[in-house]
């Protein structure tokens, strides 16, 4: 037996595990259970990425300068004010090695995002998750749960699993509640794909105040989840922190190559929000129309719920799903045992899984 002990909270850790990408005895299975976007990266990014091998032999910019530049120029951002990450899993978990003491209170809304609970176990903190209303974050609940021991809230807005979002106003009534010595983390990795006009996702809050910091990714739209690049916008405080923080190099040098490349590219981006609006509204119409209950989404993905009778579960979909070569995303661990996430995929993709789940509701 090792006589190591890890610190408090870290053996209550549930290593992640991503979205299953092979079906039992199929030799080609259609993954529809990250969230990755159908549409791969732009292909100037691509093209940005196969050139950046010329120079791996150099470390790459640690300061991400010219990305920071381009995100800052393309979103209206001060690019002081952006610190860039190895994903933006880095910088969730920056940010509670940061502001989190063991102890300390970490809260997050009922189905957020499984990394919030992981970062705040990691740094020896208690992880809280907040009752959420209709599959939605609560902002009174949210409120209510604030401790003297609460130090960061964290909020996936577009939030996955679920596909929901709190309005502009919402998000401004929490921040205007929480005591300012809390940091508020709005987790926008989905934002480029919300069209309503009350989201926001969260830049003016930044710049309005010090308890503040946006995270953004270039893992779903922009297609560039291998490359592992995710950013935040912070406040000057904050940024300060980070930069102290951080590893050095923390984003390779072909990813932020890609990555600018991926944002000078409008038309590829304008394509893939228009692409996932069409294809949610139709999954969103198929999917209810066979008598399935779907949360509404604004995201790239879509909530299935199913009954709990045995044959018509959600485990019984996903196996019956998966004979078919079609993985979608078990929710157990969000503790969404009766429910399936589904990913806007390929034209064809999306129909299969329709006309899958027809099948299954008439067995
Ligand atoms: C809400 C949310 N935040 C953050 C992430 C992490 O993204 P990244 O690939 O930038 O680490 C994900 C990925 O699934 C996510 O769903």
């Known amino acids: ?21 092979v079906a039992p005895g199929l030799a080609h299975a259609i993954k529809l259970s990250s ?23 150099l470390y790459p910019d640690g300061g991400c300068r010219a990305l920071r530049e381009g995100l800052a120029a393309t979103h209206g951002l001060d690019p002081d004010r952006i610190v860039c990450g190895n994903g933006s899993d880095d910088i969730l978990a920056l940010l509670a090695q940061a502001y989190v003491l063991p102890g300390d209170e970490v809260l997050y809304s009922q189905y957020g995002f499984v990394v919030y609970k992981q970062v705040a176990l990691a740094n020896s903190a208690k992880p809280v998750a907040v009752r959420e209303v209709n599959f ?12 003297e021991k609460t130090k960061i809230v964290y909020l996936a807005n577009p939030n996955n699993p679920t596909g929901s979002f709190l309005t502009a106003s919402e998000v401004r009534r929490f921040h205007e509640a929480l005591p300012t010595h809390i940091l508020l983390v709005l987790d926008a990795a989905y934002a480029e794909y919300v069209d309503e006009a ?14 503040v910091v946006m995270t953004r990714t270039f893992s779903k739209i922009y297609g560039l989840a291998a490359l592992r690049l995710g950013w935040s916008y912070c406040s000057v405080p904050v940024a300060d922190v980070l930069g102290r923080i951080r590893g050095p ?60 009778k045995p044959g018509r579960s959600a485990a019984d979909a ?33 129909r299969a899984v329709v006309a899958a789940l027809k099948e299954f509701v008439h067995i």
Not at 35 to 51: D, F, K, Q, V
Not at 136 to 147: C, G, K, S, Y
Not at 319 to 341: H, Q, S, V
Request: aromatic share 8%; proline share 6%; glycine share 6%.
């Open 318 to 350: 996903d196996a019956f799903l998966l004979g078919r070569g079609l993985i979608l995303r078990r929710l157990e661990a969000y503790g969404l045992p009766d429910c399936l996430r589904l990913s806007v995929g390929r034209e064809e993709d999306n």
């Open 136 to 147: 939605a974050a609560d902002v009174d609940a949210l409120l209510a749960a604030v401790t």
């Open 249 to 308: 190099f923390n984003v390779n040098a072909p990813a932020q190559a890609a990555g600018l490349a991926a944002l000078q590219d409008k038309a590829f981006l304008d394509k893939a929000v228009a692409y996932n609006r069409e294809w949610r509204t139709w999954l969103l119409q198929e999917i209810s129309s066979l008598n399935l209950r779907v949360t509404p989404s604004v995201a790239n993905f879509v909530l299935i719920h199913f009954d709990q």
């Open 198 to 211: 009350e989201y926001e996702p969260g830049g003016r809050l930044v710049d309005a105040s010090e308890n």
């Open 35 to 57: 969230n990755e976007t159908p549409l791969g990266p732009s292909p100037r990014a691509r093209e940005a990425y196969l050139a950046a091998v010329d120079d791996l032999a």
């Open 1 to 21: 037996m090792t006589s190591l002990v890890p610190n408090p909270g870290i053996m209550s850790i549930a290593p992640y595990v991503g979205g299953k990408s």
